[in-house]
């Protein structure tokens, strides 16, 4: 979304960046990003991985095939699911690197502050 400084964005953009963000926002649809970093798998073996039901793998899984991140493909009564679009890892790697920064700095401030207590 990157636009002039002055530029309006419609509604309807903005809402879909923020509903694309949303889909972002859910732990287990993380962990389950991050099983699939490797590639594809079936719904069990990402049901065994997160420890879940398969109910709620399923319900997370259809979610982000509905948001255009996951690609499914069927082979006999098994679903496979796959990462869509590897632009999700180059994100996810952005903001883990940016909260490594933060926690780096907070990690920091509370060594120095230790240090001013020593006499």
């Not at 099983?35 to 049901?47: D, F, M, P, S, T």
């Not at 990462?83 to 907070?106: G, H, P, S, T, Y």
């Amino acid at each position: 979304m990157s636009m002039e400084p002055n530029q309006q964005i419609s509604q309807e953009v903005v809402q879909q960046v923020a509903e694309y963000f949303s889909v972002l926002a859910e732990p287990m649809r993380l962990r389950i990003l991050n099983l699939l970093r490797n590639g594809e798998k079936c719904v069990q073996e990402l049901v065994e991985a997160t420890q879940t039901s398969q109910a709620n793998v399923s319900k997370h899984l259809k979610v982000m095939l509905q948001a255009g991140i996951l690609h499914r493909r069927s082979e006999g009564t098994s679903a496979y699911y796959s990462v869509k679009d590897d632009v999700i890892f180059q994100l996810c790697n952005l903001v883990c690197a940016r909260l490594a920064e933060r926690i780096e700095q907070q990690a920091h401030h509370f060594r120095d502050f230790g240090m001013t207590g020593k006499r």
